[in-house]
């Protein structure tokens, strides 16, 4: 067998889908919001986007309102023969082409790509080969690891709807900003502006894909305005949220089945 794959349409939150040490997966959500949490990071997920898991890496999955997956797996020693545009060790958030969305809906409907049958084979290498060129998009927000600069997440978390200063956050925390961004940077690689614009940008997409307003979005995330909120937005991702989440009406969905 050369792929596999899982196809579910849900509710409710699912703690993982069906794993196994010797395959990768593909997580995709042709349609509703799909958060995915590791004990490294947490990554919200497009539906034009699909999250990379590596094998063995233990997951748990939050999805809000009517949520439709579609997974795929390969087989953990199945390379192309050039180098990845990711590194297939980590999780990664990956951009979904549309022929790639068509590969996964379709080998969804089959149930599983055999490697006796020619036409799976072309199948298997067609998602091989669009995999190899899939480009990654920074939607991961990296945990920390030590008790001090869980302590200033902690607070950053509970606070997201103020607008909360950095020094407010590390003076409740008892420490100085030095030691904090050495930590951050350390355990994350992320400095701790970076960290908290990330965690504002993930909490604000994951309501704007539930159908929030971007001017609800960004009051409740403590911004000034709307206009505040979108610069943050578009510096993060490259693209305003309007044109952000209009990406994925333009991928066609000819296959799509429930």
């Known amino acids: ?50 999250v990379w898991i590596p094998a ?7 999805v809000s309102g009517q949520t439709a997956l579609r997974t795929v797996y390969l087989r953990r020693n199945a390379r192309a023969g050039r180098s990845p545009t990711f590194d297939r060790a980590r999780c990664a958030v990956v951009s979904v082409s ?5 590969l996964i809906v379709r080998t969804v409907n089959i149930g599983a790509l055999q490697a006796n049958l020619a036409p799976h084979r072309r199948m298997a290498g067609l998602i091989q080969d669009e995999l190899q060129s899939a480009g990654t998009v920074p939607l991961q927000l990296p945990y920390p690891k ?12 509970g606070n997201l709807g103020e607008s909360l200063d950095i020094s407010c956050a590390l003076t409740h925390c008892g420490s100085s900003r030095r030691t904090m961004e050495r930590l951050f940077q ?22 704007l894909l539930k159908g929030e307003t971007t001017g609800a979005v960004a009051f409740k995330l403590g911004y000034n305005g709307p206009s505040a909120f979108i610069a943050m937005f578009k510096k993060e991702l490259g693209a305003t949220p309007g044109a952000y989440l209009s990406e994925g009406d333009k991928i066609p969905s000819r296959q799509l089945q429930d």
């Not at 010797?22 to 699909?50: F, N």
């Not at 063995?56 to 939050?62: A, D, K, M, T, W």
């Not at 030590?146 to 200033?152: G, I």
Request: proline share 4%; with cysteine; hydrophobic share 45%.
């Open 56 to 62: 063995g890496v233990r997951y748990c999955l939050q």
């Open 146 to 157: 030590s008790e001090r600069a869980l302590n200033f997440a902690g607070v950053i978390d």
């Open 1 to 50: 067998m050369l792929v596999r794959s899982f196809g579910v349409t849900f509710s409710w939150n699912l703690s993982a889908l069906p794993n196994s040490e010797a395959w990768d997966q593909l997580v995709y959500a042709i349609r509703g919001v799909l958060t995915v949490k590791t004990e490294a990071a947490t990554w919200v997920v497009p539906p034009h986007r699909a």
């Open 98 to 102: 549309p022929l790639l969305r068509e």
């Open 186 to 207: 350390a355990e994350t690689g992320m400095s701790l502006g970076q960290w908290v614009r990330r965690r504002k940008l993930l909490s604000g997409l994951e309501s």
